[in-house]
């Protein structure tokens, strides 16, 4: 059985950091590339960042570019995402996402960890 | 990158037609046929319905279905039935290699 089980959230004043981190079961890990996607509260989901199979190639979405680092261990089935600088508008359900293998699209979703930018 | 344009809410009444549209860019949906399409019903984490524009995965119901013209998307559902009352999210692949997401439409069973 597919599994992704993020982990990290919380509670964190602006300006400071997190590092969220999903553990993967049930599937190939190191065969996929991987995706962070946010959903701030009531709002829509926003697509944060993907890491290929090996962890050479990134990409981010300009809101989070420069203050987030996406990251992978295949030898623990794990994907992290590093978030500095975070302001309130990074207040959200932090989900990790598998696509469809080769395909551009997210077909495995965690159940999301909230984390809370607030003074 | 702007989110993908969808209408905010649409209704039906069960065994009708709703069709969501999605309309993005030229550098988004009118560059790709990689357009998806969510469903996410409250507290949970969404599904995939649709990929690839039409195509749907295992186990979901033939009553969903997708198309796209130029820089616009959309996804029918037929037979509206009670468990369709949902949140619908479309994204798209981007010129950027980054995915852009839609508005969200809140579908409501009449």
């Known amino acids: 059985e597919v599994q992704l089980v993020e982990s990290g959230g919380g509670l964190v004043q602006p300006g400071g950091s997190l590092r969220l981190s999903c553990a993967a079961s049930g599937f190939t890990f190191n065969s996929y590339w991987m995706h962070w996607v946010r959903q701030a509260p009531g709002k829509g989901l926003v697509w944060v960042s993907r890491m290929n199979t090996d962890g050479s190639s990134t990409s981010y979405a300009d809101s989070v570019k420069g203050r987030f680092t996406i990251s992978r261990d295949n030898a623990k089935s794990t994907l992290y995402l590093q978030m500095n600088s975070l302001g309130v508008e990074d207040t959200a359900v932090y989900y990790c996402?598998?696509?469809?293998?080769?395909?551009?699209?997210?077909?495995?979703w965690g159940q999301g960890t909230t984390v809370t930018v607030s003074s | 990158q702007s989110p993908l344009t969808q209408p905010a809410s649409m209704s039906g009444s069960p065994g009708r037609s709703i069709t969501i549209s999605c309309t993005g860019t030229s550098s988004d949906i009118g560059s790709y046929d990689y357009v998806s399409w969510y469903q996410q019903h409250p507290g949970k984490a969404p599904k995939l319905m649709i990929y690839d524009v039409s195509d749907r995965p295992s186990g979901v119901s033939n009553r969903f279905s997708g198309s796209k013209s130029g820089n616009t998307a959309s996804l029918t559902i037929s037979g509206l039935q009670a468990e369709d009352e949902a949140d619908y999210y479309c994204?798209?692949?981007?010129?950027?290699?980054?995915?852009?997401f839609g508005t969200g439409t809140t579908v409501t069973v009449l």
């Open positions: 994204t798209s692949y981007t010129t950027s290699s980054t995915y852009v």
């Open positions: 996402v598998r696509p469809l293998h080769g395909r551009y699209t997210f077909d495995f």
